[in-house]
C-alpha cells in the first residue's frame, strides 16, 4: 500500500533523513522506533506533505505522492496524528472530532454521525465528554481526542507520532489496545514510538531508526529478541 523509496529529508542544512526505504502492506502495523533526534516524526512529516523530500519517493497503491500537499494526501486516505497531542483547546470535544471531516470531499451528515458513532464505540470518554473544550481533557483523554479525530477522516493509513508519550502506564495500556482494535477494522497504521517494547508488542514489523537511517528492519517478534535491540532500546523494558 505505501512504498517509500531512498527518501532524503532536510531541515535547511540539517539532514533529517538520509535515504530511508519502508513499505506498509494493506491492513498492516508496523513501527518505526528510535531514539530523539533520529528522525521519526519527520518521516511522518514527509509522508503526510508537510515536508517534501530533497530525494527519494513516496508511493500509495502504486501513485507517487511525494509532491502532493497535506489535503490531497488525507483525500487519499492517509491521516496523520501529530506527536504531542495537538487538540483545539477552545472548540469543544464535538468541533474538534469534527473537524477531522474536513479533509473529506463533502461527507453527507448521516455518515458523520456514523463515524462519530464509531469514533464513541473507540472511546467512550470522548462521547461523556463531546461538549466540553479542549482544554478540560486530562492529557490521556487529549491523547484519545487526537487519535479520535485522526479516526474522522476515515483513513486507510493512519499515522501515529508517539501516542503513548507522557502518559501514566495505564492509559499507555489504553491507547495500544485501541491502536489494535482500529486496526482490526482494517486500517494499516504506522506508528512512531520512543517505547520500543509496547510498539513491537503491537507492530507485526519493526524499522529502527538512528540519526536518519535504518539500521533494523524485521518482523516485530524478530525484533524483540535481538541483542543489539535489547541493548539499545528494550534493555529495562525486558529485564524489568
Ligand atoms: P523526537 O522523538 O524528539 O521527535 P524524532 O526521531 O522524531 O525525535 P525528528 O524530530 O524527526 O526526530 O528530528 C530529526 C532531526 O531533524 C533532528 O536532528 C532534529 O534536531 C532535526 N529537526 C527536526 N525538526 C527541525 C526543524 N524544524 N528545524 C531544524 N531541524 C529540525
Given amino acids: 500500500m505505501l512504498e517509500v523509496t531512498s527518501l532524503t529529508a532536510s531541515y535547511g542544512a540539517v539532514r533529517a533523513l538520509k535515504g530511508i526505504s519502508l513499505t506498509v502492506a494493506e491492513g498492516e502495523i508496523v513501527t518505526l522506533v528510535g531514539a530523539n533526534g533520529a528522525g521519526k516524526t519527520t518521516t511522518l512529516r514527509t509522508l503526510s506533505g508537510l515536508l517534501h523530500p530533497s530525494q527519494g519517493t513516496i508511493t500509495l497503491d502504486g501513485h507517487r505522492i511525494d509532491r502532493m500537499n497535506p489535503e490531497k494526501i488525507v483525500r487519499l486516505g492517509v491521516s496523520h496524528v501529530p506527536e504531542g497531542r495537538r487538540v483545539f483547546p477552545g472548540l469543544t470535544v464535538m468541533d474538534n472530532l469534527q473537524l477531522g471531516t474536513v479533509g473529506r470531499a463533502r461527507p ?42 485522526g479516526m474522522m477522516a476515515r483513513p486507510r493509513l493512519l499515522l501515529l507520532d508517539e501516542p503513548s508519550l507522557g502518559l501514566a502506564p495505564v492509559l499507555v495500556q489504553q491507547v495500544f489496545k485501541t491502536i489494535r482494535e482500529i486496526n482490526a477494522e482494517g486500517t494499516a497504521i504506522l506508528l512512531v514510538e520512543q517505547n520500543a517494547f509496547m510498539a513491537l508488542r503491537t507492530a507485526s514489523r519493526g524499522y529502527v531508526l538512528e540519526t536518519g537511517r535504518i539500521v533494523l528492519e524485521d518482523q516485530a517478534a524478530t525484533l524483540l529478541d535481538d541483542e543489539r535491540m535489547r541493548r539499545a532500546y528494550l534493555g529495562a523494558k525486558i529485564d524489568a
Avoid at 132 to 141: E, F, P, T
Avoid at 143 to 149: D, S, T
Fill in 108 to 149: 453527507g451528515r448521516q455518515s458523520i454521525l456514523d463515524d462519530l458513532e464509531r469514533t464513541f464505540t473507540l472511546f467512550p470518554v470522548l462521547k461523556e465528554m463531546q461538549n466540553r473544550m479542549g482544554w478540560m481533557l486530562s492529557g490521556g483523554q487529549q491523547q484519545m481526542l487526537a487519535i479520535g479525530r
